[in-house]
């Protein structure tokens, strides 16, 4: 006789990784010293330049500005403005 045991797994909120982005490009705000967002021009939130608390790029990088914080603009256009300009792009 063959019998078989189905159990069924959920995972908590508090079971996720808090070092996983959320959504894809997403920074993950434990690697930030600066918290924060502003709307771009296409109305998209986006956070705000901050300083990366890991010593390399953050997750979700787009650029390193020229004043050492790394910008997660969505497009070139305008990208760490006010902030020196940027240093070097990441993607």
């Not at 909120?13 to 709307?39: C, F, M, N, R």
């Not at 705000?48 to 914080?69: F, I, N, V, Y």
């Not at 790394?70 to 993607?91: K, M, N, P, Q």
Request: proline share 7%.
């Amino acid at each position: 006789m063959f019998c078989a045991v189905f159990t069924s797994w959920a995972i908590s909120a508090e079971a996720k990784s808090p070092l996983k982005p959320l959504t894809p490009g997403a920074p993950v705000e434990e690697q930030l010293k600066e918290h924060g967002d502003y709307t771009n021009a296409k109305g998209e939130t986006v956070h705000a330049p901050a300083h990366s608390l890991l010593g390399a790029a953050p997750d979700g990088a787009t650029a390193k500005c020229r004043d050492g914080e790394f910008s997660f603009s969505h497009s070139r256009s305008g990208t760490c403005s006010g902030h020196g300009g940027v240093g070097s792009w990441l993607r």
